[in-house]
């Protein structure tokens, strides 16, 4: 038999079992399948990984139906392509990243000197410095920094492209500094963070399911050459449907070892995949380069962030920053819509339909509605908080 063809004598399965999965299937999954028509937005690809040029994208970012092209894109490469693509110069001006870094390296120095020492899911504790929950730490810290960070068009577009509308973006902070271990190969968040005896309790199309709820993506906050270990990828494993039972076995690990690939990124590029897709982070084998990601998760708003943030305390603190701009009209209504989207809470569900009933339609309104609706009738900030904490009150047990 060809090791590259897929084994025909097994059936498709109802529950998977780690000692079933096999490496001949997982290698024939990889490879690359002929598309009739090539990618028409790509500016370039590298190792089967397309590369984008936001800079370049603008106009279509700003164009209804083009985007909508440009996102279905998206989803395919994520799906069915090679499961991870490169956007690159999603900052036209970095400044916005530098001051973020500014704001995560003090965190860093707090939390260092407050004795904490931030586990990573898949590398020793200590190895790397991480900051979790970022995305709210950045918020309370710097609302303004924030607000010009997450107003890029580019990451609304690639979020709605996977998960639609009302995702929740979350986001941690790592830094592995020159010395630091490469992680291990895995896949990420939802079943990639169970055991395999659990994850094996759910049945296939749960597996299928798992990554679609979640995308995955690393914003570069240094120059990351491949020395320094950005991370390493296996382009088409996200369609291997048994892979959240397969990433710990040996041989799995082992094929990975081998055949990963690796991109440099620049300072204000963005790496996003699928989080089915196998990579990990890679060894920095640099003496000076300190390698800083932050890395977003954001969740589809039918499953569960793994974080808590309190959304309701971000969207006070960032309310009169966006307020301020939309006055001296100094950034544009998507910018706006891409902040809050960033921010506030886009689904109304779950609330207590007792004190939080629909009104004239089928749902109550959401805290993003909430935002939106208050901004574009210049509320002040003590009128918009006043609201935001009433709805936040309805919607508690």
């Not at 040029?53 to 090679?82: F, I, R, T």
């Not at 895995?186 to 709820?213: C, I, K, N, W």
């Amino acid at each position: 038999m060809n090791p590259t063809e897929p084994r025909r004598d097994i059936p498709l399965r109802h529950w998977y079992r780690e000692q079933d999965c096999s490496l001949q299937d997982f290698v024939a999954a990889l490879q690359p399948r002929p598309d009739g028509r090539s990618l028409k937005f790509a500016a370039r690809t590298v190792d089967h990984i397309p590369m984008y040029d936001c800079q370049a994208l603008v106009g279509v970012l700003g164009h209804a139906m083009q985007c909508a092209d440009l996102k279905a894109e998206w989803a395919k490469v994520l799906s069915a392509g090679a499961g991870v693509l490169v956007l690159k110069r999603i900052f036209a001006d970095t400044a916005p990243v530098d001051e973020a870094t500014t704001v995560f390296d003090s965190v860093i120095r707090e939390e260092r000197e407050a004795g904490g020492a931030a586990a990573d899911h898949f590398a020793r504790a200590g190895a790397n410095d991480r900051i979790w929950n970022a995305q709210e730490k950045l918020c309370l810290r710097a609302p303004s920094v924030f607000a010009r960070y997450f107003g890029s068009p580019a990451l609304r577009a690639i979020a709605d492209a996977w998960l639609g509308p009302h995702f929740q973006v979350t986001s941690q902070v790592n830094v592995v500094r020159p010395g630091g271990q490469a992680q291990q190969a895995h896949r990420d968040y939802h079943l990639g963070f169970q055991t395999a005896a659990e994850a094996g309790r759910y049945p296939a199309h749960v597996h299928a399911m798992s990554s679609f709820l979640t995308l995955q993506g690393a914003i570069a906050h240094s120059d990351m050459p491949v020395e320094s270990g950005p991370t390493r990828l296996l382009p088409f494993s996200q369609r291997y449907a048994e892979g959240y039972l397969a990433w710990r076995r040996q041989d799995f690990r082992d094929y990975f070892e081998t055949h990963y690939v690796q991109l440099p990124l620049e300072k204000g590029d963005a790496l996003f995949f699928n989080p089915a897709l196998f990579h990990a982070a890679g060894s920095n084998r640099t003496t000076s380069v300190q390698r800083m990601a932050n890395l977003l998760q954001i969740s589809s708003a039918y499953g569960r962030a793994m974080e808590s943030v309190n959304r309701t305390k971000m969207c006070e603190v960032l309310y009169p920053v966006l307020l301020d701009r939309v006055r001296d009209d100094s950034i544009p209504l998507e910018e706006v819509d891409a902040v809050i989207a960033s921010c506030a809470e886009g689904y109304p569900f779950p609330t207590n339909l007792d004190r939080d009933p629909p009104q004239g339609g089928l749902a109550p309104e959401s805290q993003q509605g909430l935002f939106r609706r208050a901004l574009t009738e210049r509320w002040s900030t003590e009128r918009f908080v006043g609201e935001l904490r009433r709805q936040t009150g309805r919607r508690e047990p």
